[in-house]
């Protein structure tokens, strides 16, 4: 067969796969005519391509050789495919075919654009991504379906994980840390999803949570404070609000002698301490066996003698062997848990603890939860694509049947509310002393009362910090090193296992 025939044949064919519309007519994008005709012609151009370099594909290419390749062989390749090209346009067509020959196609740039936090693919042209907080939907689009399936066949194969119809949802970790889940259909009914979570190359850390707003110089220093008298700490909030970096963040509070044991699905924490066993857990295989829960996970990590258990995020019946653990004499443990408020994140816990089967009454579990967990930090996403602590709550006790629980700092806004699109205010304390201090103070910090009033400690915003020492905590204030600060400052790091 020569090439145009093949041309020819290939060009039936793809329109025959692609000419029939999709059910989403509602939410289909309206696709230009001249980028139809850019599609149809890369599309026309790489399958040829194909069928010529097919086997020269196989071995590993790096791109610019590949590009080198796609364009000794593309002049023959846009004749024989009957793709006329105006030459200023040769360069993108020539990088645009390569990328869909190799490596993630049309995901190529989003892969290596520093700004994009999140992509998220819902069909063959319907391509967002997560900048700075906000989506917004990409121009970029796979040239048909079976390009789509084969870049979510390539990200999950390269983590030696497959995807087909009988197990049709993947979640897994990139090299690079990055978090993937794909689902296909028969799962998903409008074709394939894939969802790509990507990480900052360099952790947050507590400064630039602070430079965020996300938390403040005061609320650091309580936070950092709860962490070393080792209260038991649950970072709540929604889909993407944060938990996991500020779980991340606190964790960096616990002091370098203790030895840590970390659980998570897929390992996303990153902590600076030099003694970490991190376990992950593991979806059963293709014949449905060998399946480690998070469950599974925490009870063998009871048994590996941890000064600290952080279990990424409960989210089934896991809860209640977190609470036995936190009631148990290993406090001081962290975890996070999705939900709307803190005050939701009780009755949250109460119905994964149910998950467990054990028949338990409601008040005895409502009592585990009261004794094992000391503080709620909640976070919220804001119309402006900020995140923010909203609250930091703690658990006080119970009252009757009712578990009671106390704002100590709480996000009060001056103009705008979570929604809007401009917010102005600031995470400041409610006036109440919490009880927890006492357990502060037995740990041998003294916090000031000024840190729980109003007008706190520490003027917001701070300066930007270089680095959460104690020199620079000061600088943090404005230089303004008041007697108090100094307690603290002296106390913390008495307590500080060394330079961080
Ligand atoms: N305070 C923050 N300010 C800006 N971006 C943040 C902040 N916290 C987290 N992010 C980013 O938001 C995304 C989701 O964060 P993550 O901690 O994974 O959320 P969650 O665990 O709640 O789903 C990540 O890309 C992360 O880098
Ligand atoms: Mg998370």
Sequence with gaps: MSLSERAERVDQESSRTTGTPTPRANTKRVVTKEATSWGQMKRRVRDVLLEVLGPKLSQRMKADELATLVSSHLDEALRSAEVSLPSSKRAQFVREVAADLLGYGPLEP???DPDVTEIMCNGIDEIYVERHGKIVRTDASFIDESQFRQVIEKIVARVGRRIDESSPMVDARLPDGSRVNAVIPPVSVHGPVLTIRRFPEKAFEVKDLIAFGSLTVDTAVF???????KLNILVTGGTGTGKTTILNVISSFIPLDDRIITIEDAA????????????ESRPPNVEGAGEIKIRDLLRNALRMRPDRIIVGEVRGPEALDMLQA?????????TTLHCNSPRDALSRLETLVLMAGYDLPVRAIRTQIASAIDLIVHLDRFGDGSRRTTAITEIQGMESDIITIQDVFSFVFTTGGK???????????????????ERIRAAGLDLPAKLFQPGGLTPVPPQRTESWSTANLGEAAGG????????ILANLARRRGGSR
């Design 223 to 229: 936070l950092e404070a709860c962490v070393r008298a």
């Design 419 to 437: 929604e809007s699109a401009k917010i102005t205010g600031k995470l400041q304390a409610t006036g109440l002393r919490p009880k927890v201090i």
């Design 110 to 112: 989003l892969l290596h």
């Design 268 to 279: 996303e924490l990153r902590l600076n301490q030099p003694h970490v066993v991190t376990l």
């Design 480 to 487: 303004q090193e008041t007697a108090d600060r100094a307690k």
């Design 326 to 334: 936190m009631n148990t004499g290993h406090e001081g443990s962290l």
